[in-house]
């Protein structure tokens, strides 16, 4: 039989790189089953046999011998005459066997097949693709950057495949440029229109937990488990761990001597500050040690309505509350309790509750304050102008307004 010249075809399916060769032949075999069928009505008595080293392929058709004016179905049998002429040692009741060869079909019937072919290959592809990835979500994956965007980064991995960075899931301070290697965690794997979308993340509090499982051994080892992560990315992050080996520091191991393990975690997530935290079981305990740096002086719980009031020396509210509230925010999410901060005045320190002044200053103003920890009217005033429009919503008017309020009371 003359090549039917697959071989062209097949080496561009053959190496598929997400496709095992048992699958791409039996998609072969299949695509000239269906042309078999279109010809002769059935493909049962038709062995397809494809070589998967060169792409070649036999197509053998076997039909019995009947006597002559005895054959009623030419796909399936064949009268004596004719199967001597080919062979004349036949007799009825014998297989003839023959060899089609793929020119019999037609010229539109092979690249009809061949569209097939090329279209249930790119399906398998995109199949296959999904599952992989599906099965990784959580992951982290490295890739390189091929395209930029305004609202996302197109990220091709080792073997070509499309992964989508939102822009929402990129830290703050990430800038990418063609060629750039990025590394992030695979967020969650979707079919959209049959093709696989694949959305990737940095945000995400498992990037920051694969990120410690590969810089520390005992987390991989199981030794230490992380409880809870919590992230403003970019800013800052709260990680509760615990050691089941009382032989091992979990917040030292996590560390590293002189911080050098969580320095590489610190840099890919852009300088992001990283509170490593002791997790216990001591409520109390733990928010004061979820409320770090800042040191407090007493707290009180409501276990009931999940609130905590958390009370600090003046020159530690600022410090528990964070830059721009992180530091409380994070604290709150990382245990589950929303915390009130007061300040503790000194016994010998005159000041006044800005609550006194509810005649002269709107109630919204003084939430707005007392929402940022300043709960005094010399806390207020401590800070400057610019400082106070900072860390609240107010106008600046609005802001001096206040102030002269509260300075004509110590006045």
């Known amino acids: 039989m003359s090549n039917i010249n697959l071989i062209e075809s097949f080496q561009e399916f053959k190496d598929f790189k997400n496709i095992d060769r048992p699958t791409v ?14 010809k002769y009505g ?30 009623e179905d030419d796909d399936l049998e064949i009268e004596l005459a004719e199967a001597k002429k080919i062979d004349p040692d036949l007799e009825v009741g014998d297989d003839y066997i023959e060899q089609i060869t793929l020119e019999s079909f037609g010229r539109r019937a092979i690249l009809a097949a061949r569209q097939t072919l090329v279209s249930k290959i790119l399906e398998l592809e995109k199949d296959e693709i999904f599952r992989k990835y599906k099965d990784r ?17 197109l990220v091709l991995d080792d073997e070509g495949n499309e992964l989508i960075l939102p822009k929402t899931e990129q830290i703050p301070a990430d800038y990418f440029k063609k060629g750039d290697s990025v590394r992030a965690v695979i967020l969650k794997v979707d079919m959209l229109n049959s093709n696989p979308k694949i959305i990737i993340s940095r945000t995400a509090p498992e990037f920051l937990q694969r990120l410690f499982e590969l810089e520390v051994p005992e987390i991989f080892d199981g030794l230490i488990t992380i409880k809870k992560i919590v992230r403003e990315p970019g800013e800052r992050a709260k990680v509760a761990v615990e050691s089941y080996d009382d032989r091992i520091d979990p917040v030292g191991a996590c560390v590293g001597m002189k911080g050098s393990r969580i320095h590489g975690i610190v840099r890919e997530l852009k300088n992001e500050n990283i509170d490593v935290i002791n997790f216990t079981n001591n409520l109390s305990l733990y928010i004061q040690r979820a409320l770090s740096p800042a040191k407090i002086s007493s707290i009180k ?3 009931v309505e999940k609130r905590a009031a958390v009370y600090l020396k ?3 509210v600022s410090l528990a509350i964070g830059r721009g509230g992180h530091n409380i925010k994070l604290a709150g999410k990382l245990t589950g309790y929303e915390i009130d901060v007061y300040r503790e005045a000194d016994e010998d320190e005159e000041d006044v509750d800005i ?11 003084i939430d707005e304050f ?5 709960d005094t009217a010399k806390s207020i005033l401590n800070l400057s102008t610019d400082e106070l429009v900072r860390r609240t919503d107010l106008e600046e008017s609005t802001v001096k307004e206040v102030l002269d309020v509260l300075r004509a009371e110590f006045e």
């Open 42 to 71: 059935t493909d049962e008595n038709c062995d397809v046999i494809v070589n998967p080293d060169n792409g070649d392929l036999e197509i053998w058709r076997t039909r019995t011998v009947m006597e002559d004016g005895f054959s």
């Open 25 to 38: 032949i039996s998609v072969l075999e299949e695509v000239f089953r269906s042309m078999i069928r279109k």
């Open 355 to 365: 609550e006194e002044f509810a005649d002269e200053i709107d109630g919204w103003i």
């Open 137 to 153: 979500v959580g992951e982290i994956v490295t890739g390189e950057v091929y395209q930029v965007w305004k609202k996302e980064t």
């Open 301 to 303: 719980l409501d276990d």
């Open 370 to 374: 007392k929402r940022i920890g300043l």
């Open 314 to 316: 003046p020159d530690q």
